[in-house]
């Protein structure tokens, strides 16, 4: 533990220069290590018009170990449950050093845009995603605007 | 070490967990609900008596039914029994602090709160019980609120407001004559909390014009200092979303005289709570709402004759340190820590810390192997390189293995913890005014030297050191010992305790040389993995690595380049 990493202020200052489209993150004014991550729910999905909070920590190990995230805003989908984890392989056992907030936060949006209810982590959304997608969807988008839309 | 459960990662995952087991197993829940009966009623009060439907009343229906029709379950859902759940914000208070076995489960109480408040209503519930029950006099009493809710799923805008609403938040209500200290404190407490965790607009939304107004109020009369306090606190929590930072400065300003420049003079004052204030005020003044015109703390403290102090280069990222840097505080949720300057190899040494809150601390001696894993709940004697006493829990920490210590008080503000390190002899020796805990000495098989001052604080926790600079309250008499401040050595540039924008502002500033390494950005690469031959990797980096990062192949050599 030491004076905050050379990497993250560099990596930060990145996110700030050349954003990633469809998210924001922001430094808290406190810490440095804590993001707040608006991400844009993907067109053609059924999360598109909401703006989705989340929190993204990087902890005392990164990058040798993957940042912590987690949904702030509700959402219904399968692979995020209701603490708004995310069941995502890189921020497990996939993650490698060589990897970045970026690349996190870009995936977090694919995984809007492609549900995968095989590897669910909110078992009840992904039951109802594998039975009846439509009717899935229809709170996906029920949740969207109800917890999504509201700021 | 913070309780297994109420460290975030592990709550959410057990609670999870359980979640499961309950709907998919009520057998087995059953039984594990009568185990749990017979472990709690051995420690005294039980606190499930008659819970077991409670709990099955609560829970979601089942897992296909709320899928399906949320709102309409969220409607349907009965109301908790108001006594219920301030009966298990009581019983969580008293299990958190009383227990310390790291159990296999999370606390009944615990678990029960979690699915009340997995309803908006519910939420509204726990914290109205919150405000309403927790004592004042109870030293865990903030810190569980602010774990609590951090714990809890987040609420809605809507359910935001509605609570807000439902105080009734105003100056009036801050000034009527006959005020309730207790419940306007943990509103208070409840405001900053909710503030630190919904940055942005839900943040915006909570802080009307009433509600700037109810806070402005404790800090302008100061009737009450512990209103003073979390009023002031809440407000800096508030600032955390830029939009309300600008408010809050602007209604500093505008009123007068700047409230926290007056408040900024309590820092030295004897009285325990008013010295928060003057410290908070100073923090806020230095970070967060600047002064034109004022000069930065650290650039008007007087340094001379201090030649250890708390180590502001080797501190995590939350804890707040005064600015002649002999003094820490912890406002956030997170267990955070920090080491001394000077490092301590033979001999025999000796400081002392002054308890300025009764909460959860621990403070001792760590080496630089011990890490701050603040998020985690791990802090100073939560590994084996660190060891530290908490007086609040009346425990001696080591390895994250509790000791219990009844020979004691538990501390009470101004209480002054002696630490004692002897290297020759090799034992270490915890003293509450003066009167001895036994002496350990397992840390010193692990260790033998490079040992520093460290201490880790919970939410809402203060303590003053004295390396030596001061006359020791309880000096040990029987032997000879030396102090960090009779030895130490400073830069004049070690001395500043640098606002942390200030600092970070210098970093970003630096620039990254081109053959630097491609993980850390600090050191020259140097290494090649082999056999997959990828390169752009320091040395320090290549030693952590267990599979290259860009191919995930298996390392089984690395060659160090010529540069």
Known sequence: MAALPRRIIKETQRLMQEPVPGISAVPSESNARYFHVIVTGPEDSPFEGGLFKLELFLPEDYPMSAPKVRFITKIYHPNIDRLGRICLDILKDKWSPALQIRTVLLSIQALLSAPNPDDPLANDVAELWKVNESEAIRNAKDWTRRYAMDN | ?563
């Open chain 2, 1 to 563: 070490m913070i309780r297994a459960e109420f460290r975030k990662s592990n709550t959410c995952e057990r609670l999870t967990m359980f979640i499961q087991r309950l709907f998919e197993l009520g057998n087995f829940f059953m039984s594990w609900i009568k185990k749990h009966k017979r472990t709690t009623s051995i420690m005294g009060d039980c606190c499930c008596k008659n819970s077991v439907p409670d709990v099955f009343t609560y829970a979601p229906s089942s897992a296909t039914q709320s899928a399906n029709s949320p709102y309409e379950n969220r409607q349907r859902s009965p109301k908790v029994d108001p006594n219920l759940v301030d009966q298990l914000v009581l019983e969580m208070l008293t299990v958190a602090a009383s227990r310390v076995d790291t159990d296999e489960e999370s606390p009944v109480s615990l678990v029960k709160l979690h699915l009340i408040a997995d309803k908006e209503e519910g939420w509204i519930q726990m914290i109205t019980s919150m405000v309403n029950v927790i004592p004042i006099e109870n030293p865990f009493g903030p810190t569980a609120i602010s774990i609590l809710l951090d714990a809890c799923p987040l609420p809605s805008r809507e359910t935001v407001i509605k609570v807000t609403e439902l105080f009734g938040l105003s100056s009036e209500r801050a000034k009527q004559g006959e005020i309730n200290v207790r419940v306007d404190r943990n509103i208070c407490i409840v405001l900053g909390s909710l503030a630190e965790k919904l940055v942005g607009p839900n943040s915006i939304a909570m802080l009307t014009e009433k509600t700037l107004d109810y806070l402005f109020t404790f800090l302008v009369d100061h009737r009450e200092p512990c209103l003073c306090l979390f009023a002031l606190i809440a407000l800096e929590k508030f600032a955390h979303t830029m939009e309300n930072k600008i408010v809050i400065k602007d209604k500093l300003e505008k009123s007068g005289e700047n409230p926290l420049l007056h408040l900024e003079k309590f820092a030295d004052s004897e009285d325990n709570i008013w010295r928060q204030v003057g410290f908070c005020a100073s923090w806020s003044l230095d970070n967060l709402f600047v002064v034109e015109g004022r000069k930065l703390s650290y650039e008007v403290v007087d340094m001379k004759d201090i030649n250890a102090i708390l180590n502001c280069q080797d501190v995590s990222e939350y804890l707040q340190i005064s600015p002649n840097g002999l003094e820490a505080r912890c406002d956030s949720y997170s267990f955070e820590s920090v080491r001394c300057t000077f490092q301590v190899d033979d001999g025999c040494w000796y400081y002392e810390a002054t308890v300025v809150t009764p909460g959860v601390m621990q403070i001792g001696w760590a080496t630089k192997n011990s890490h701050f894993l603040s998020d985690e709940g791990f802090g100073i004697g939560d590994d084996l390189y660190s060891i530290s006493y908490d007086g609040c829990r009346e425990l001696v920490w080591y390895n994250a293995r509790p000791t219990s210590i009844t020979a004691v008080k538990p501390w009470a503000p101004g209480d002054v913890l002696g630490c004692l390190i002897d290297l020759a002899t090799k034992e270490i020796i915890f003293s509450v005014n003066g009167q001895r805990l036994p002496t350990y000495n397992e840390i010193f098989e692990a260790t033998k030297y490079g040992f520093f001052a460290a201490a880790s604080f919970m939410a809402y926790q203060q303590c003053k050191f004295n390396f030596g600079k001061e006359p020791f309250k309880y000096a040990p008499e029987d032997r000879i010992f030396a102090t960090f401040n009779d030895f130490g050595q400073l830069t004049d540039e070690q001395k500043k305790v640098i606002p942390r924008r200030l600092y970070l502002e210098r970093l970003r500033h630096s620039s990254v040389k081109e053959d630097s390494c491609t993980l850390c950005y600090d050191d020259t690469a140097c290494c090649v993995l082999e056999p997959c031959g990828h390169r752009g990797f320091c040395s320090v980096c290549t030693s952590m690595l267990r599979d290259c990062p860009m191919c995930r192949g298996e390392i089984l050599n690395i060659r160090r380049e010529a540069i």
